[in-house]
């Protein structure tokens, strides 16, 4: 059987006005409600709730970039337990790219849910009550903020996000990030 990390990947990109943005596609209490039913909601300082009101951050900026990533295993036949080694190198690149992207465009980047890429597997800091250890690096995702992932991927990326059904893999896994800027 193939090793598990053997995939391709194509990715796609759409750029929206942010108010455009904002009034199509979030729906913040319909998905914040999915957030609290999360193990981490409240334990994670990517994870709402946040100390902020999260429509204050992203008002102020005039576009944002959405990247989806379809990821397509060579194996068709790969367990579901294989998501996180075969998503784990394509997050990690794309946090890298997103915060340059932040720095060259004075945006705000969003990233993805799960655990923190920065803590080496630490339990986030957030748990203790303790400040965030990576705060220049960590960035919520979008559905974190109430953004309809399905509907992203759908109406700006033309993509159709998979669910598996059974004990393996769905055919290709998506990944949603952007920026506001």
């Given amino acids: 059987m193939p090793h598990p990390s053997t995939y ?3 990715t796609f990109t759409a750029d929206i006005d942010a ?3 904002i009034d199509g596609f979030r729906q913040a209490d319909y998905f914040i409600a999915f957030c609290q039913q999360c193990g ?3 334990r994670r300082y990517g994870c709402p709730p946040f100390d902020y009101d999260p429509l204050s951050i992203i008002k102020g900026y005039a576009n944002v970039r959405i990247i ?3 990821i397509i295993p060579t194996d068709k036949h790969l367990p579901l337990k294989s998501a996180n080694e075969l998503m784990e190198p394509v997050i990690s690149r794309l946090n890298a790219e997103l915060l ?7 945006g705000r980047a969003f990233g993805f849910v799960g655990t923190c890429p920065y803590c080496g597997g630490a339990p986030c800091a957030r748990i203790e009550g303790k400040p965030c250890r990576h705060p220049s690096k960590v960035r919520p995702s979008l559905e974190a903020f109430g953004f309809d992932m399905g509907k992203t991927a759908q109406d700006l990326l033309g993509l159709e996000i998979k669910w598996s059904h059974d004990e393996f893999l769905p055919e290709y896994l ?3 990030c952007g920026i506001f800027y």
Avoid: R
């Avoid at 340059?100 to 004075?106: C, D, I, R, T, W």
């Fill in 174 to 176: 998506t990944l949603i």
């Fill in 8 to 10: 391709t990947t194509t």
């Fill in 40 to 42: 981490n909601y409240g």
């Fill in 68 to 70: 989806g990533v379809k």
């Fill in 19 to 21: 108010q455009s943005y």
């Fill in 100 to 106: 340059k992207m932040e720095q060259a465009l004075g």
